[in-house]
């Protein structure tokens, strides 16, 4: 067995070797040299970090305890690793583009750079961290002293390693402040003791498989009581442990520092996705073996949590079990130093920062040296986080209580998975939603999970614990509204998680976002579109660039700041001197500061400059979010149908229309040609026979040559009519309205239809009254006088027949009633008198082509009056309405 | 990155595969499935549940390793 002595001089040498080589690896990543330092290999095996003592030392007492159990605290993360391209992309991706610090500066960042979001983050992470760090403390202690011969106090040895902890975080975490926040020292020692931890476990597991027992088939051969390996795991206890172990690698403080804040390229998450759940697979390969060989080989009361240790010990492999215990040390020291580094920086960016900012409102600009500050509170942090954490330990030390704490710790931050993927992928999470969720699942967690592991003696009484408060049972902390489950763990994850989840959709349902939050929201979850990158997309502020420039310089140091301005100035186009304060100038400097200070209090720092920005509408617009994206464009497709529609319909009225018309061409047409036919007939045949004809008799001759006048005479007429329903119809024809006499102009049709009168006996009843003037043209009136006149006496054959002539005259219009006493004109075929070629009754008579009436009420309505059809009977009665003349001449 | 309409098939295959994995691998790793094996059989004196959950971490895991691979060198077949 190695002596007290032994291990404290190897100890030493070891934490020396880990100085130095964290101390070459930021000179060469100070020069430029990145190298390996740089590889994903790096990464992967700094994400060891994942593995603690709870898991190096903790895995084989659960496996001695529960079996299979153990795997999942293993496959858990293998699942998020396996997930990459979901999940730890998007967060690399974003991290880097909007300068992320921390698991808490993200949820601030992206709820609106809220800092009351990251103050409670802040302080749930320091609470659910310090049991964890304590309980690594206790561990190391514990191992201490198992090596010591001389009698030593483990609280004294706790002190020592918290003490050199501390030291070497604030040498290597706080060396300097950068815009990005990588620690290439931290990282590459605790990649080196990754592969120390891996080395000294799997050397434990190799020695007692192939070296104690006689390979794998012979430890199983060992396995003390066959019902470890039975189904019973597989339950629901199985499940919120993959679960738990699955989100711890997202929302731990020093999980998300390595895999997210240290990440320095995305492709090596690639790497990643594979190696690092193969580190855990050997990791876990040879803990069943051990916990095995401890059960069987070392006397029954032995600590199944330090069989790793004891294991080597008992078989009288001193070396072995130093290899071992250092393993152990490089497991505790590596979750400490990044737990510390993580959650100080969260405590400095979003409670230390934001407090000496207001403090300091009105003083910044004469303030001194901001990165002083920063780094003074980094430091302070991190003593503070180690002190918590000591401080635990000496108050609840050797407590059995510390054993289940590693999941008790993942739950806790496990509060914080909605609110991540809230952000990541639903744009409508807001500020209120994502601080109710986290506040009451961590609410529950402490309730239900956190206090009663106490068993009683911390705030709940054990009375309180089994019969809830005030004898409530429905409160009981460990079976809440009378809900039964065999471990408080499942019981508290189930509660916290639907209380949390439940919050963070109902109050981000019912809560508004604000405009920077709607930014925010929409930089995270499209930033793989590329659209949320655009100019454009900043909040414009007004800010001096020396202002801006004093400010960067503060924070990020001369040379940073003066290299940042320069570039920017050089993108502008300026060859010298700062750049403009562009838009785009306070963004890049805004996502600077943040990497260094965190989003909240960059926001704060350059608003305190710049004034706060001002959302203009179009950018609102801009930023409003998909849903109103989408309603917006189903509503245009909306309009778009619905003018389509009507569109149509139109359409299909104008094409009814137009068919209507050729069809009423077509029939005028055959009509038109039916027209001509007859009285081309006649003429044709008599031409023919006078040409024939040569015996024809002068008079016959003489005759038909008339026949052939009178018949070329009707074609003339006809034509004529024809000629004029088109020009009246095309409103093309010459109509002039003049004061004309109506009773010289009745007269004068009555003059012409006498004839035609006397030849049917018709009588005519019209008494001339009063003349009246009428505006008019007095050839076309008497055309239609004579052409109603002559109609009433072909179609009014009453008997005898009669014609009724009456003028009257209303206030401004003057109406000429012709009426028949014949048969009338049917309903049905009152409208259709007006058509063109419409002969009612087929009758044919010579000289009509059935244009008469059409062609009349065309004069009349280009004379501003009409031709109507009276209904009432007996006979047809046409009134013929036009304008008095007064009214002209008034109207002019 | 390329919008979806501009991404080769085999790409686009590889894609959904990253994205199929993880929930392949739960489905593996939570009950019923990963119980399937807790009978009291022993390969090579090896139990049939520790070799089934073992197997298949390592099947993921070399999966795994060869769609990193395709998503990060997008033009290789």
């Known amino acids: ?892 | 990155m390329s919008q979806p309409e501009d991404i080769p098939r085999a790409r686009k295959r590889r894609y959904d595969g990253a994205v199929i994995l993880p929930i392949f691998a739960a489905m593996l790793i939570l009950p019923p499935f990963v119980g399937l094996f807790a009978v009291p059989v022993t390969v090579f004196g090896i139990p049939l549940i520790v070799l089934w959950l073992f197997g298949q971490w390592l099947a993921l895991i070399a999966i795994a390793r060869r769609l990193a691979h395709l998503l990060s060198h997008p033009d290789d077949e």
């Open chain 1, 1 to 892: 067995m190695p002596s007290w002595n032994t291990i404290v001089i190897t100890c030493l040498l070891y934490v020396t070797l880990l100085f130095c080589i964290a101390f070459w690896a930021e000179q060469r990543a100070k020069r430029g040299q990145f190298g390996w330092i740089r590889s994903p290999w790096v990464y992967t095996l700094s994400l060891s970090v994942y593995c603690t003592t709870w898991t190096y030392y903790g895995a084989v007492g659960s496996a001695a305890r529960s079996g299979m159990e153990f795997v999942t605290i293993y496959l858990g993360p293998t699942l998020t690793f396996l997930g990459w391209w979901l999940i730890l992309r998007k967060l690399v991706r974003i991290s880097r583009e909007q300068r992320i610090t921390s698991v808490a500066d993200l949820l601030s960042s992206r709820y609106g750079k809220s800092t009351s979001i990251g103050v409670v983050v802040t302080l749930i992470a320091v609470l659910a961290s310090t049991p964890y760090i304590a309980l690594q403390l206790q561990s190391l202690s514990l191992s201490f002293t198992l090596f010591s011969d001389v009698g030593t106090r483990p609280a004294q040895t706790a002190f020592w390693i918290a003490s050199g902890l501390a030291a070497f975080t604030i040498l290597f975490g706080t060396r300097h402040v950068d815009a990005n926040e990588q620690h290439y020292g931290v990282v590459t020692a605790i990649a080196v003791e990754a592969v120390v931890k891996l080395v000294a476990l799997t050397s434990v597991g190799l020695f007692v498989v192939f070296g104690i027992a006689d390979g794998p088939a012979d430890i199983f051969a060992r396995l003390p009581d066959p019902e470890l390996l039975s189904a019973d795991v597989f339950g629901p206890r199985w499940v919120t442990l993959l679960f738990l172990s699955a989100t711890a690698v997202i929302c731990l403080p020093r999980m998300f520092q390595v895999a997210v804040v240290e990440n320095v390229d995305e492709r090596h998450l690639a790497t990643a996705s594979w190696a690092f759940p193969f580190y855990v697979f050997l990791m876990s390969l040879f803990v069943m073996p051990i916990a095995i060989m401890g059960m069987t080989g070392l006397p029954a009361d032995a600590n199944p949590d330090i069989y790793v240790l004891t294991v080597p010990l008992g078989a009288g492999n001193g070396g072995l079990a130093l290899l071992a215990f250092l393993g152990g040390f490089s497991a505790a020291t590596s979750m400490v130093i990044v737990a510390a580094i993580a959650l100080s920086t969260m405590v400095s960016n979003h409670i230390i920062m934001p407090l000496w900012l207001r403090s300091t409102r009105h003083t910044t600009a004469a303030s001194g040296d901001v990165r002083g500050m920063l780094l003074l509170s980094r430091r302070a942090s991190i003593i503070g986080v180690l002190a918590l954490g000591y401080i635990y330990f000496r108050v609840t030390g050797g407590s059995t209580s510390l054993a289940s704490i590693g999941l008790i710790s993942f739950l806790g931050a496990a509060q914080l998975f909605p609110s991540i993927i809230g952000a990541l992928y639903w744009r409508g999470a807001t500020r209120t939603g994502a601080i109710t969720a986290v506040i009451l699942g961590f609410g529950v967690w402490a309730y239900a999970l956190f206090i009663p592991s106490f068993d009683g003696t911390f705030l709940l009484s054990p009375e309180v614990i089994a019969n809830g408060p005030w004898g409530v049972e429905l409160l009981r902390p460990q079976g809440l509204f009378g809900s039964e489950f065999e471990d408080p763990l499942v019981h508290a994850t189930l509660w916290s998680m639907a209380v949390n989840v439940s919050a963070l959709v109902v109050v981000s349902l019912l809560s508004r976002p604000g405009a920077l939050e709607q930014l925010q929201a929409k930089l995270f979850v499209d930033v793989f579109t590329g659209t949320a990158d655009r100019p454009g997309m900043a909040l414009r502020r007004t800010a001096k660039s020396e202002d801006l420039f004093e400010l960067a310089q503060r924070i990020l140091g001369r040379e940073t700041a003066w290299r940042m301005f320069t570039q920017t100035a050089r993108a502008q186009g300026k060859a010298s001197g700062l750049p403009d304060p562009s838009s785009d100038l306070t963004q890049r400097l805004e996502r600077a500061l943040a990497g260094a200070i965190g989003a909240a209090s960059a926001h704060a720092m350059v608003s305190q400059i710049g004034g706060h920005g001002t959302v203009s509408v179009s950018e609102l617009m801009r930023m409003a979010d998909e849903t109103a994206q989408i309603i917006e464009y189903s509503n245009r497709i909306e309009e778009k149908s619905r003018e389509l529609e009507e569109t149509a319909s139109q359409l299909r009225h104008a094409n009814a229309q137009l068919h209507e018309i050729a069809e009423q061409k077509d029939a005028f047409l055959s009509q038109v040609s039916h027209e001509l036919r007859t009285p081309m007939t006649s003429v044709r045949s008599f031409a023919e026979i006078l040409r024939d004809g040569d015996d024809l008799e002068p008079d016959q001759a003489r005759r038909f040559v008339s026949i052939i006048h009178e018949e070329s005479q009707r074609l003339t007429r006809l034509l004529d009519e024809i000629l004029d329903v088109s020009v009246l119809e095309n409103g093309q024809a010459q109509i002039v309205q003049v004061p004309v006499s109506l009773n010289a102009t009745i007269e004068q049709a009555l003059a012409a239809t006498e004839p035609l009168m006397r030849r049917a006996g018709v009588q005519l009843i019209h008494a001339p009254g009063q003349d009246i003037t009428v505006s008019a043209d007095r050839d076309r009136l008497a055309q239609v006088l004579i052409n109603v006149l002559s109609n009433a006496v072909k179609y009014g054959q009453g008997s005898p027949p009669a014609i009724i002539v009456q003028v009257k005259k209303t206030e401004h219009r003057v109406t000429i009633t012709i009426a028949d006493n014949g048969p009338g004109i049917a309903p049905e075929d009152q409208e259709k008198v007006f058509e063109k070629f419409t002969r009612l009754g087929h009758q044919t008579l010579a000289g009509s082509a059935g244009l008469g009436l059409p062609i009349s009420r065309e004069i009349m309505r280009n004379l501003d009056g009409d031709l109507t059809l009276s209904p009432k009977g007996p006979g047809a009665s046409f009134q013929i309405s036009l304008n008095a003349h007064e009214d002209v001449a008034a109207a002019q």
